[in-house]
């Protein structure tokens, strides 16, 4: 009994600490970052509308420390978001101005966990290079006896990404206060057969790994069944912030028409393109 308590109460911590640590990622950009760089521009502004409009000097001093010190926390807050998203985010650097090279080719991810073959890989292969990585980051996880590995999960899901606009001034419409999402339109509903408790805690704790492809997004965790075949259900989302702004559209680009291009992991859906504010949900996985 004293033993199935201790297990409750270290599931428990672990998801406490799954829901906690993603504040300190996410919201260090969308709660602290863009607020402190608005709070610091509007201070400054108030500061030179009191000046020029013949403001008391005690008014236009207080003002100018105010500005000061919105400055200085502004530049302590972006550094620290500079340090976590290197680890976490992906080098999407989009480029100023050639919207249709970032369409096709970004040349940050031409190495490493986004390379395909040797093949380019641009803003319209984005769904395909996420879904082979995460389900090759699942499969990664299964019993391996040639490894000696005897225990961990059986993956029972899918993970099927829409595919991207086929339009590439779309590229435009992936701005930074906007995000990412991987899937778009839907978190996926995962369902894992784990081979004990300590395979299901084990995998759960992986999340807090995961570089290079976005924040992941882990809610609704439910544990069923009884070993050896533990089942863990969640939802899942992984959140990408851009490090740089994409270029705006370029009107001498014309779309290249309707249609789908393929989809990763799983399959995919046609025509979408992963975009729009970053949704609800509690959160885990920094």
Known sequence: MGTAINRLLWWHWL??????????GLSLYFALVRPT?????????EAES?????????KVRTKTQEAVKAHKETLRIQ??????SS????????????????????????????????????VKDLPSVWGRWITAWYADQAPNPAAKRTEGIRTLTSFPIEAFSTDPNDVSLLKQD???????????????AATSFNAAINHLSKFNNIEKHGVPVVDRV???GQSPDLHVRYALQLYVIPPTQPPAADPKISPTGAGSAPGGGGGGASGMMPMGSMGGGKMGGM
């Open 87 to 122: 680890k976490y985010m992906p080098n999407i650097m989009f480029s100023k101005t050639e919207i249709l090279r970032d369409y096709e080719h970004i040349p940050q991810m031409d190495q490493g966990v986004y390379a395909v073959n040797g093949k380019a890989v641009g």
């Open 15 to 24: 998801l406490i600490g799954l829901g906690a640590s993603i504040v300190l």
């Open 222 to 224: 439910q544990l069923t």
């Open 50 to 58: 009191i000046e020029s409009g013949g403001g008391t000097e005690d």
């Open 79 to 84: 550094a620290a978001w500079a340090q976590e």
């Open 178 to 192: 906007a995000g990412i999402r991987f899937p778009q339109s839907k978190p996926w509903e995962v369902d894992v």
């Open 37 to 45: 760089t608005i709070d610091a521009t509007n201070i400054k502004s």
